[in-house]
Protein backbone atom coordinates (compact mmCIF):
# COMPACT_ATOMS: atom_id res chain seq x y z
CA UNK A 1 0.00 0.00 0.00
CA UNK A 2 2.90 2.62 1.27
CA UNK A 3 4.95 1.83 -2.51
CA UNK A 4 1.40 2.42 -4.32
CA UNK A 5 1.15 5.48 -2.63
CA UNK A 6 4.69 7.00 -3.21
CA UNK A 7 3.89 5.88 -6.58
CA UNK A 8 0.95 8.10 -6.75
CA UNK A 9 2.60 10.88 -5.31
CA UNK A 10 5.66 10.28 -7.45
CA UNK A 11 2.94 10.24 -10.94
CA UNK A 12 1.20 13.90 -9.42
CA UNK A 13 4.34 15.17 -9.22
CA UNK A 14 5.42 14.39 -12.34
CA UNK A 15 2.03 15.72 -14.37
CA UNK A 16 2.10 18.84 -12.05
CA UNK A 17 5.68 19.44 -13.17
CA UNK A 18 5.32 18.59 -16.97
CA UNK A 19 1.89 21.16 -16.63
CA UNK A 20 4.44 24.16 -14.93
CA UNK A 21 7.16 23.75 -17.18
CA UNK A 22 4.55 23.31 -20.37
CA UNK A 23 3.03 26.88 -19.15
CA UNK A 24 6.27 28.35 -18.17
CA UNK A 25 7.44 27.66 -22.05
CA UNK A 26 4.35 28.82 -23.20
CA UNK A 27 4.95 32.42 -21.25
CA UNK A 28 8.30 33.02 -22.35
CA UNK A 29 7.37 32.13 -26.42
CA UNK A 30 4.26 34.80 -25.75
CA UNK A 31 6.62 37.01 -24.04
CA UNK A 32 9.09 36.84 -26.68
CA UNK A 33 7.02 37.29 -30.00
CA UNK A 34 5.51 40.78 -28.51
CA UNK A 35 8.53 41.78 -28.05
CA UNK A 36 9.46 40.87 -31.68
CA UNK A 37 6.73 42.29 -32.59
CA UNK A 38 7.52 45.71 -31.25
CA UNK A 39 10.48 45.53 -33.24
CA UNK A 40 8.45 45.71 -36.63
CA UNK A 41 5.86 48.42 -35.00
CA UNK A 42 5.04 51.68 -36.54
CA UNK A 43 4.61 53.48 -33.37
CA UNK A 44 8.52 52.80 -32.43
CA UNK A 45 10.65 55.90 -32.94
CA UNK A 46 12.73 56.58 -35.88
CA UNK A 47 16.55 55.42 -35.93
CA UNK A 48 17.83 59.24 -36.03
CA UNK A 49 16.03 62.48 -35.19
CA UNK A 50 13.69 64.31 -37.07
CA UNK A 51 14.80 67.39 -39.47
CA UNK A 52 13.96 70.36 -38.36
CA UNK A 53 12.53 73.35 -40.32
CA UNK A 54 14.57 73.89 -43.32
CA UNK A 55 17.35 71.37 -42.72
CA UNK A 56 16.47 68.67 -45.42
CA UNK A 57 14.81 70.52 -48.30
CA UNK A 58 13.62 69.49 -52.06
CA UNK A 59 16.35 69.87 -54.40
CA UNK A 60 15.06 68.34 -57.99
CA UNK A 61 11.57 67.21 -58.87
CA UNK A 62 10.54 64.88 -62.09
CA UNK A 63 7.00 65.74 -62.49
CA UNK A 64 7.04 64.71 -66.49
CA UNK A 65 8.70 62.32 -67.44
CA UNK A 66 9.05 61.44 -71.02
CA UNK A 67 11.23 58.58 -71.20
CA UNK A 68 8.69 56.12 -68.75
CA UNK A 69 5.21 56.84 -67.86
CA UNK A 70 4.77 59.12 -65.16
CA UNK A 71 2.69 56.62 -63.29
CA UNK A 72 6.60 55.08 -62.87
CA UNK A 73 8.45 57.62 -63.34
CA UNK A 74 8.01 60.46 -61.27
CA UNK A 75 10.56 61.43 -58.49
CA UNK A 76 11.99 63.92 -56.24
CA UNK A 77 15.10 64.71 -54.77
CA UNK A 78 15.80 65.50 -50.95
CA UNK A 79 19.18 67.29 -49.71
CA UNK A 80 19.83 67.11 -45.82
CA UNK A 81 21.77 70.29 -45.48
CA UNK A 82 22.99 69.07 -41.55
CA UNK A 83 26.11 67.17 -40.64
CA UNK A 84 23.92 64.98 -39.04
CA UNK A 85 21.91 61.58 -39.82
CA UNK A 86 18.15 62.78 -39.65
CA UNK A 87 15.19 60.49 -39.55
CA UNK A 88 12.13 60.45 -41.81
CA UNK A 89 9.98 57.61 -40.25
CA UNK A 90 6.58 59.46 -39.23
CA UNK A 91 6.78 62.28 -41.74
CA UNK A 92 4.74 62.99 -44.03
CA UNK A 93 5.15 64.01 -48.22
CA UNK A 94 2.22 65.86 -49.70
CA UNK A 95 1.75 67.35 -52.95
CA UNK A 96 -1.49 70.03 -53.37
CA UNK A 97 -4.16 67.10 -52.70
CA UNK A 98 -2.55 64.17 -51.18
CA UNK A 99 -0.56 63.34 -48.02
CA UNK A 100 1.54 60.11 -47.41
CA UNK A 101 2.86 58.97 -44.75
CA UNK A 102 6.58 57.73 -44.37
CA UNK A 103 6.26 54.63 -42.66
CA UNK A 104 9.54 52.70 -42.95
CA UNK A 105 12.45 53.70 -40.62
CA UNK A 106 14.38 55.87 -43.42
CA UNK A 107 17.30 58.29 -42.95
CA UNK A 108 19.08 60.77 -44.78
CA UNK A 109 22.96 60.76 -44.48
CA UNK A 110 24.79 64.10 -43.55
CA UNK A 111 24.69 66.29 -46.59
CA UNK A 112 23.16 63.41 -48.46
CA UNK A 113 20.00 62.60 -51.38
CA UNK A 114 17.36 60.72 -50.69
CA UNK A 115 14.72 60.33 -53.91
CA UNK A 116 11.11 59.93 -53.12
CA UNK A 117 9.16 58.47 -56.16
CA UNK A 118 5.28 57.70 -57.40
CA UNK A 119 3.86 53.77 -57.26
CA UNK A 120 6.53 50.41 -57.01
CA UNK A 121 9.61 51.25 -56.95
CA UNK A 122 10.85 48.10 -58.60
CA UNK A 123 9.31 49.57 -61.97
CA UNK A 124 11.57 52.50 -61.90
CA UNK A 125 14.62 53.05 -64.42
CA UNK A 126 17.51 51.84 -62.29
CA UNK A 127 19.16 55.48 -62.89
CA UNK A 128 16.31 56.95 -60.33
CA UNK A 129 14.72 54.18 -58.11
CA UNK A 130 13.02 55.83 -54.98
CA UNK A 131 14.51 55.40 -51.55
CA UNK A 132 10.65 54.98 -50.90
CA UNK A 133 7.49 55.36 -52.43
CA UNK A 134 4.70 57.88 -51.62
CA UNK A 135 2.05 55.66 -53.42
CA UNK A 136 -0.12 56.75 -56.81
CA UNK A 137 -0.68 60.17 -57.05
CA UNK A 138 0.48 61.81 -59.57
CA UNK A 139 2.52 65.71 -59.23
CA UNK A 140 1.01 67.99 -61.64
CA UNK A 141 2.33 68.61 -65.40
CA UNK A 142 2.18 72.30 -64.74
CA UNK A 143 1.97 73.08 -61.21
CA UNK A 144 2.14 71.29 -57.68
CA UNK A 145 3.43 71.54 -54.57
CA UNK A 146 5.96 69.28 -53.27
CA UNK A 147 5.79 69.21 -48.75
CA UNK A 148 7.68 67.12 -46.40
CA UNK A 149 6.23 67.53 -42.84
CA UNK A 150 7.54 66.35 -39.49
CA UNK A 151 5.80 66.54 -35.98
CA UNK A 152 3.00 69.09 -37.38
CA UNK A 153 5.73 71.17 -38.99
CA UNK A 154 6.74 71.97 -42.49
CA UNK A 155 10.20 71.13 -43.25
CA UNK A 156 10.02 72.16 -46.93
CA UNK A 157 7.56 73.67 -49.33
CA UNK A 158 8.07 73.90 -52.76
CA UNK A 159 5.13 75.61 -55.05
CA UNK A 160 6.22 74.52 -59.03
CA UNK A 161 4.44 76.86 -61.90
CA UNK A 162 5.37 76.23 -65.10
CA UNK A 163 3.29 79.84 -65.30
CA UNK A 164 5.97 81.45 -63.25
CA UNK A 165 9.02 79.85 -65.26
CA UNK A 166 9.30 83.23 -67.07
CA UNK A 167 13.62 83.21 -67.58
CA UNK A 168 14.03 79.78 -69.37
CA UNK A 169 12.03 77.11 -71.32
CA UNK A 170 10.19 74.52 -69.72
CA UNK A 171 11.18 71.28 -71.26
CA UNK A 172 9.27 67.62 -70.85
CA UNK A 173 11.58 64.55 -69.73
CA UNK A 174 13.77 66.87 -67.73
CA UNK A 175 13.32 67.66 -64.00
CA UNK A 176 13.28 70.60 -62.34
CA UNK A 177 16.29 71.47 -60.79
CA UNK A 178 16.93 73.44 -58.12
CA UNK A 179 20.24 75.60 -59.05
CA UNK A 180 23.35 74.49 -57.62
CA UNK A 181 24.54 77.56 -54.75
CA UNK A 182 20.46 77.91 -54.03
CA UNK A 183 20.13 74.96 -52.03
CA UNK A 184 17.64 76.58 -48.70
CA UNK A 185 14.32 76.44 -48.11
CA UNK A 186 13.45 80.53 -48.92
CA UNK A 187 15.56 80.21 -52.51
CA UNK A 188 13.68 77.00 -53.45
CA UNK A 189 10.92 78.99 -53.14
CA UNK A 190 11.46 81.26 -56.16
CA UNK A 191 11.27 79.47 -59.35
CA UNK A 192 13.48 82.13 -60.58
CA UNK A 193 16.17 80.01 -58.82
CA UNK A 194 15.14 75.93 -60.61
CA UNK A 195 16.16 75.24 -64.42
CA UNK A 196 15.54 72.24 -66.26
CA UNK A 197 18.08 69.12 -65.85
CA UNK A 198 20.80 69.34 -68.73
CA UNK A 199 22.47 66.15 -67.89
CA UNK A 200 21.06 63.08 -69.48
CA UNK A 201 20.43 59.48 -67.91
CA UNK A 202 20.44 56.95 -69.40
CA UNK A 203 16.33 56.24 -70.05
CA UNK A 204 17.40 59.16 -72.12
CA UNK A 205 15.52 61.62 -70.02
CA UNK A 206 17.20 64.49 -67.68
CA UNK A 207 17.99 65.19 -64.45
CA UNK A 208 20.73 64.09 -61.41
CA UNK A 209 19.05 61.85 -58.98
CA UNK A 210 20.90 61.54 -55.56
CA UNK A 211 23.91 63.52 -57.62
CA UNK A 212 24.60 67.58 -57.26
CA UNK A 213 22.15 69.84 -59.59
CA UNK A 214 24.00 71.46 -62.56
CA UNK A 215 25.04 75.38 -62.44
CA UNK A 216 22.58 77.87 -63.82
CA1 LIG B 1 3.11 64.23 -63.68
CA1 LIG C 1 10.83 75.95 -49.71
CA1 LIG D 1 20.29 66.28 -58.08
Known amino acids: MRINHVESLNQRIFFFTKWFVFLMAAIFILFACSNNSDHGNSNTAPSAPHPA ?3 VIF ?3 MYNPKAVDDSIGEWVELFNLTDKELGLKGCTFSDSKH ?3 IEPDIV ?3 NGYLLFGIGDASLHPAESKPDWTWGTFNLGNSHDTAKLTCNDV ?3 EVDYDENNMTNYEVVSGASLSLCAGFENAQANDDMANWRF ?4 LPSGDFGTPRQPNDPC
Open 59 to 61: TEI
Open 108 to 110: IKP
Open 197 to 200: STTQ
Open 154 to 156: VID
Open 53 to 55: EGQ
Open 99 to 101: DSV
